[in-house]
């Protein structure tokens, strides 16, 4: 199956403690580049996740955003500092006896100095989170290969139809060769005969300067190959699987022989024919670069 390179995916993963989402969106890159947006505590995942990503992903630019909501208890905790509190209880003492002040020191007073109670973020427990992250990122990337292999189905049903106009124009030329041979040569002999006062015309001439002609402006070489071209992408197409690159050096071969017939044409009739051709293979290219 044909796929393209733009897409989008969404998964997500839910319990009575977390919600985990992820979303994938892609666009057309010559190779596979991942950039992944997560909360920190995912971070040492990266290379994991970037594996699975790689399993189904040959090319393009795809953005995966991670977002981690806890749904149940608190992201902070309360941390007692013993140690600090125990000093702060010394010297307080030490200067209730120095300076004989009334003792005024209680839990809330010693509760209320700096750092002996502070709030905390909670830590994950990652390796549990992890199981739920891989889930949602699966489920997004099927989301995401779906779009993708949808969007490349539309594309090669439309790119079979301009492959089969191809066809169709290439035998056109194909038919034109000979008949445009034949014309020159009935041409040549009307101009020798008009400048030939006893209308005597040499056939060995005449058959001499047709084959110059039909040598300098052949295409049968360059229709055999065009041909040819036109009936690999076709199968490429129907083959399917990650054939952008394949596809891509191809399309630049047939523009070569249309390049080289328009080149060689010397009629408006083949001209004509080849300019829709160049004007189709353009189109193709196109499409080929937002195919996976």
């Known amino acids: 199956m044909i796929r393209s390179m733009t897409g989008f995916g969404r998964g997500e993963y839910t319990d009575d403690q977390i919600s985990i989402t992820v979303e994938m969106k892609a666009v057309n890159h010559r190779y596979s580049d991942f950039t992944i947006k997560m909360p920190k505590s995912f971070n040492e995942y990266e290379t994991a996740l970037r594996n699975i990503l790689k399993e189904d992903i040959a090319r393009g630019k795809v953005d995966v955003y991670i977002t981690m909501r806890k749904l149940k208890g608190s992201d ?15 010297y307080l003492k030490e200067i209730h006896k120095k300076y004989d002040f009334a003792d005024g020191m209680t839990e809330a007073v010693v509760a209320r100095l700096p750092e002996v109670f502070t709030l905390e973020e909670k830590e994950d427990n990652t390796e ?12 997004a990337l099927k989301r995401f290969i779906e779009s993708r292999e949808t969007e490349g189905e539309n594309l090669k049903v439309d790119m079979l139809e301009k492959l089969s106009r191809m066809n169709e124009l290439v035998l056109e030329i194909e038919k034109l060769s000979p008949e445009l041979v034949e014309e020159y040569k009935n041409k040549l002999r009307g101009k020798i005969a008009d400048l030939l006062e006893d209308n005597y015309i040499d056939e060995n001439r005449i058959a ?11 295409v049968d070489e360059e229709v055999i190959r065009l041909k040819s071209h036109v009936d690999t992408t076709i199968n490429v ?27 060689k044409a010397d009629a408006i009739k083949v001209t004509d024919i080849g300019i829709e051709l160049k004007t189709l293979i353009e189109k193709l290219r196109e499409q080929i670069q937002n195919i996976e």
């Open 208 to 218: 001499m300067e047709v084959t110059i002609y039909a040598d300098k402006t052949c």
């Open 128 to 139: 549990e989170l992890y199981p739920k992250l891989e889930a949602a990122l699966r489920e």
């Open 76 to 90: 902070v905790v309360v941390k007692y500092n013993e140690e600090v509190a125990a000093e702060y209880i010394s």
């Open 237 to 263: 197409l129907k083959e399917g699987g990650a054939v952008g690159r394949s596809l891509d050096f191809i399309i630049q071969e047939m523009n070569r022989e249309a390049n080289t017939i328009l080149s």
